[in-house]
């Protein structure tokens, strides 16, 4: 018997959507309610300083978490996990500076009197001490032992360039809608954009999919910024810089294939191709405008001659090959 129109088929040994976990009501609670193990480690926090905000049980397995206010001081990393990279830091402070908000609270243990560990805010942490923040919000677990499963659940799988890229412009098309009887520069969406290139890789990933974006981000990075133009307008821009890309990446395409039957099989070709093309190779720190970067690449490929292209040539060739995306 055919099933319902526009019903969908429930993955092979996946559980009925709505079958699992507590109902909304049952994930609330006071503190007053919650197990002695929970109003012990709120009365421990009031003791080291802090401040317990709420007290719930998780909605998936119905486990009780305490979500407190920690004195910064007291919260240390857990020695297990990743080292600090400055870069991400400085990168994290930078956004929460400019948004006013601390929204991911860490996951914290309770190691003992004014002392608490995190598995999984090690950055966070360094943010919030290079802005001179006093406190952090924290979900405390009482288990301790959970400290040493927070790694096997960190497992999300980081964007990759198309993938950020795609949310960049699906973003911008979402905000350039409800921007669309003014609103504000495409310049000032820089935050939540983060970079100028991701919404030109992704107007082209929209158009090819299996558009080799990364033989040209680093070169994007220099030469595409921020519009001062209202997202509307700035969005067809954003259109044809993808069309240019794309058009040039078709002559990059024929030029690798042209390598590729003089015998070079290397996964770089066409990052070689595009480095050889690129005006600013050898011009550190210089930059020109996108228009003109590609049509001077685009008459670059035309002097291209694959016949004089040697193996050794291929020796500094470097970035991420084609299969990479």
């Not at 011009?283 to 405008?289: D, F, L, S």
Request: glycine share 8%.
């Amino acid at each position: 018997m055919a099933g319902k129109p526009g019903a969908r088929r429930r993955k092979k040994g996946a559980a009925a959507a709505g079958s699992v976990g507590l109902e909304p009501k049952a994930v609330s609670a006071g503190i007053e309610s919650a197990p002695k193990e929970v109003r012990d480690l709120a009365e421990s926090v009031s003791a080291d300083g802090g401040a317990p905000v709420a007290a719930y049980r998780d909605p998936l397995g119905g486990r009780w978490l305490l979500l407190a206010a920690l004195p910064l001081e007291k919260v240390s990393p857990t020695k297990f996990q990743r080292d600090l990279s400055e870069t991400h830091v400085a990168r994290l402070a930078n956004v929460i500076s400019k948004t006013g908000r601390f929204l991911d609270p860490i996951i914290a243990m309770r190691e003992g009197p004014g002392a608490y560990l995190t598995p999984n805010g090690h950055h966070r942490l360094g943010a919030l001490r290079s802005l001179g923040a006093k406190t952090i919000t924290a979900l405390l677990v009482p288990e301790p032992e959970v400290a040493y499963q927070i790694l096997a659940l960190n497992v999300e799988k980081a964007h990759n360039l198309r993938e950020k890229s795609l949310e960049v412009i699906r973003m911008y098309r979402a905000l350039a809608g409800l921007d669309g009887r003014g609103g504000r520069d495409e310049s000032s969406y820089a935050l939540e954009f983060e970079e100028a290139a991701f919404a030109t890789l992704g107007a082209c990933y929209e158009k090819k999919g299996r558009f080799a974006g990364g033989a040209y981000h680093s070169l994007l990075r220099r030469v595409d910024s921020f519009l001062d133009q209202k997202l509307p307008k700035a969005l067809k821009v954003r259109e044809e810089r993808a069309d240019a890309l794309l058009a040039l990446d078709e002559t990059v395409v024929a030029l690798v294939e042209a390598l590729r039957k003089k015998g070079m099989q290397s996964p770089y070709l066409r990052v070689f191709v595009v480095a050889r093309l690129n005006p600013l190779r050898f011009r550190r720190g210089a930059t020109m405008e996108f228009d003109a970067c590609i049509a001077r690449m685009a008459a670059e490929a035309k002097k291209f001659d694959p016949e004089k292209i040697r193996p050794q040539d291929l020796a500094g060739a470097a970035g991420p090959p084609e299969a990479a995306e």
